[in-house]
């Protein structure tokens, strides 16, 4: 299937600017496009995993990524519908860029006729007077056009300052500024950026007489209401330190049965026949969540690598007991308990009715007593017999916790202080 086709059916060109002409740029040759990714927190999140599996989907097409950090960019950031954005300081901001620089580089290759090429374009707007940026920038831009933009209409009545409005006017050079380097003839973001995107197109033709290509993908919604990449412990991000891997393929694991599909054509490599097999598993077996458990593996091991889900699938099988709770890692296990909800226990010796009602499990240590009598109440997997007895702190998993559960559902987790 050719790339513009393959795109296409998953729905992600929501606006280009021609779509036929880049088709025959790409069928006449090798082709450069860029991708920005700005710097606004110390992490990108599962919303920034439409851009980079886009880039690598065209990087196996053969054309060839430039992956922008905006060293610059992320210093002004773009204009919110809301307020101005606190500015961060620039050390921080370049803390952040190396941080994402490694964040993307997983989603391409670095070798090859189509090698992606990172750059970061503080490298060319640092040594940029304010008068060439006046000059040589600015002259391009009508400010009717600028003013008709959606976001800046919404902020002109609470005020916008121009650092802010003139962020279009960075973007758009980046895009000058990577054709002259490095022959970058295709942008593409997402929707929000389709003002920024197109001025740059523009920018381009005005000041070199050239004509580029651009598009756009949609924002991923979620069928619910909410917004993707939020959880209830807030946003999933790509960082592990700040997203265990465990929480990362929980989200996609528990994603909506109206969702799950379109996350599938967004996102997964796997082929039109392959989904459309997972479509209908959705809706003829959905107890099964075949299609979930599809995109949270293939996601997972993108991001975090086949040994880590491996730990992480065999978590979700030892917390309720289909697998060795001794064979998971202690990190592992911490950020699996962490999403059950784990609750800190002193150094006072503890009966098992107490822990089982302190943990959450059951709502006080009478309801204890019976689920222990009725044979449906489980500490490390094992069956407990006697809801007197004292905890074995000896017995528990790396010397502190403890996976607690009631019959084949209920589960939480104690972590007990020595």
């Given at each position: 299937?050719?790339?513009?086709?393959?795109?296409?059916?998953?729905?992600?060109?929501?606006?280009?600017?021609?779509?036929?002409?880049?088709?025959?740029?790409?069928?006449?040759?090798?082709?450069?496009?860029?991708?920005?990714?700005?710097?606004?927190?110390?992490?990108?999140?599962?919303?920034?995993?439409?851009?980079?599996?886009?880039?690598?989907?065209?990087?196996?097409?053969?054309?060839?990524?430039?992956?922008?950090?905006?060293?610059?960019?992320?210093?002004i950031?773009d204009?919110?519908?809301?307020?101005?954005?606190?500015?961060?300081?620039?050390?921080?901001?370049?803390?952040?860029?190396?941080?994402?620089r490694?964040?993307?580089?997983?989603f391409?290759?670095?070798?090859?006729?189509?090698?992606?090429?990172?750059?970061?374009?503080?490298?060319?707007?640092?040594?940029?007077?304010?008068?060439?940026?006046?000059?040589?920038?600015?002259?391009?831009?009508?400010?009717?056009?600028?003013?008709?933009?959606?976001?800046?209409?919404?902020r002109?009545?609470?005020?916008?300052?121009?650092?802010?409005?003139?962020?279009?006017l960075?973007?758009?050079?980046?895009?000058?500024?990577?054709?002259?380097?490095?022959?970058?003839?295709?942008?593409?973001?997402?929707?929000?950026q389709?003002?920024?995107?197109?001025?740059?197109?523009?920018?381009?033709?005005?000041?070199?007489?050239?004509?580029?290509?651009?598009?756009?993908?949609?924002?991923?919604?979620?069928?619910?209401?909410?917004?993707?990449?939020?959880s209830?412990?807030?946003a999933i991000?790509?960082?592990?330190?700040?997203?265990?891997?465990?929480?990362?393929?929980?989200?996609?694991?528990?994603?909506?049965?109206?969702?799950?599909?379109?996350?599938?054509?967004?996102l997964?490599?796997?082929?039109?026949?392959?989904?459309?097999?997972?479509?209908?598993?959705?809706?003829?077996?959905?107890?099964?969540?075949?299609?979930?458990r599809?995109?949270?593996?293939?996601?997972?091991?993108?991001?975090?690598?086949?040994?880590?889900?491996?730990?992480?699938?065999?978590?979700s099988?030892?917390?309720?007991?289909?697998?060795?709770?001794?064979?998971?890692?202690?990190?592992?296990?911490?950020a699996?308990?962490?999403?059950?909800?784990?609750?800190?226990?002193?150094?006072?010796?503890?009966?098992?009715?107490e822990?089982?009602?302190?943990?959450?499990?059951?709502?006080?240590?009478?309801?204890?007593?019976?689920?222990?009598?009725?044979?449906?109440?489980?500490?490390?997997?094992e069956?407990?017999?006697?809801?007197?007895?004292?905890?074995?702190?000896?017995?528990?998993?790396?010397?502190?916790?403890?996976?607690?559960?009631?019959?084949k559902?209920?589960?939480?987790?104690?972590?007990?202080?020595?």
């Amino acid at each position: 299937m050719h790339i513009i086709d393959e795109l296409s059916w998953r729905g992600l060109i929501q606006d280009s600017t021609d779509i036929d002409a880049l088709r025959k740029d790409i069928d006449a040759g090798q082709l450069s496009f860029y991708v920005g990714f700005d710097p606004t927190a110390a992490s990108l999140h599962v919303g920034h995993l439409m851009q980079a599996l886009t880039a690598r989907r065209l990087q196996h097409a053969g054309l060839r990524p430039v992956l922008l950090v905006g060293g610059a960019t992320g210093q002004i950031g773009d204009p919110r519908d809301t307020s101005e954005r606190t500015l961060n300081p620039p050390e921080t901001v370049a803390q952040w860029v190396e941080n994402i620089r490694q964040q993307v580089a997983p989603f391409v290759t670095f070798e090859g006729e189509s090698a992606a090429v990172p750059v970061n374009n503080l490298d060319w707007t640092d040594e940029l007077s304010a008068i060439d940026f006046l000059r040589d920038v600015g002259k391009h831009f009508p400010v009717s056009k600028m003013l008709n933009r959606e976001v800046v209409r919404a902020r002109l009545e609470s005020g916008i300052s121009f650092t802010e409005f003139a962020y279009q006017l960075l973007q758009s050079h980046d895009y000058w500024e990577l054709n002259q380097r490095y022959g970058v003839t295709v942008q593409f973001g997402g929707s929000d950026q389709w003002g920024n995107i197109t001025a740059g197109v523009d920018y381009v033709r005005r000041r070199s007489g050239k004509h580029v290509h651009a598009f756009v993908t949609p924002l991923i919604t979620k069928a619910d209401g909410t917004k993707f990449g939020k959880s209830e412990g807030g946003a999933i991000w790509l960082d592990a330190n700040l997203t265990s891997p465990y929480a990362f393929y929980q989200f996609w694991f528990n994603a909506d049965d109206r969702d799950i599909v379109q996350y599938l054509k967004y996102l997964s490599f796997r082929s039109q026949a392959e989904i459309e097999e997972l479509e209908k598993a959705t809706i003829e077996k959905p107890q099964a969540r075949l299609a979930q458990r599809a995109l949270a593996e293939e996601m997972t091991v993108l991001l975090h690598g086949q040994a880590e889900c491996d730990q992480v699938i065999a978590a979700s099988k030892a917390l309720f007991g289909r697998a060795a709770l001794t064979e998971l890692s202690e990190a592992t296990l911490v950020a699996a308990l962490s999403e059950a909800g784990i609750t800190k226990v002193g150094t006072e010796p503890i009966t098992v009715a107490e822990l089982l009602a302190k943990s959450g499990v059951v709502s006080s240590t009478s309801e204890a007593r019976r689920a222990v009598r009725d044979g449906g109440a489980y500490l490390n997997n094992e069956k407990l017999t006697d809801a007197t007895e004292e905890v074995d702190r000896s017995a528990l998993l790396f010397g502190r916790y403890a996976v607690v559960r009631r019959g084949k559902k209920t589960i939480a987790g104690a972590e007990l202080d020595a």
